[in-house]
């Protein structure tokens, strides 16, 4: 059964920082791209940030460039999402994903498994 677990959201101010974590069981995590989108409320979810299979190749949404940053550790099953710079239009649930594929990817097509969801609020 696949399962991905995010956490490590919460409430912080306008340019604090937060580190969601996303642990991965079930799947061939390190042979699988990895993503972070977002769904602000009344808004489509959007992509944020998409990482390879071995963690040398990113790719951010321009929103987010220069401010967030996606990582992995295979060894671990999980991959994170270094929040700096917040504002509070980054306010919105973020989910991890799994694509299904090694390579990057911003088509929320491409990502086959969903995790559950953690809220991220940006007080102004």
């Known amino acids: 059964q696949v399962q991905l677990v995010a956490s490590g959201g919460g409430l912080v101010q306008a340019g604090g920082s937060l580190r969601p974590s996303c642990a991965a069981s079930?799947?061939?995590?390190?042979?699988?791209?990895m993503g972070w989108f977002r769904q602000a409320p009344g808004k489509e979810r959007e992509f944020v940030a998409s990482?390879?299979?071995?963690?040398?190749?990113?790719i951010y949404a321009d929103s987010v460039k220069g401010r967030f940053t996606i990582s992995r550790d295979n060894a671990k099953n999980a991959v994170y999402l270094q929040m700096n710079s917040l504002k509070p239009e980054d306010t919105a649930v973020y989910y991890c994903?799994?694509?299904?594929?090694?390579?990057?990817?911003?088509?929320?097509?491409?990502?086959?498994?969903w995790g559950q969801g953690t809220q991220v609020t940006v007080s102004s």
């Open positions: 079930g799947l061939p995590f390190s042979s699988l791209a």
């Open positions: 990482i390879s299979w071995s963690g040398d190749t990113s």
């Open positions: 994903a799994a694509s299904k594929y090694g390579t990057v990817t911003d088509t929320q097509g491409t990502f086959r498994y």
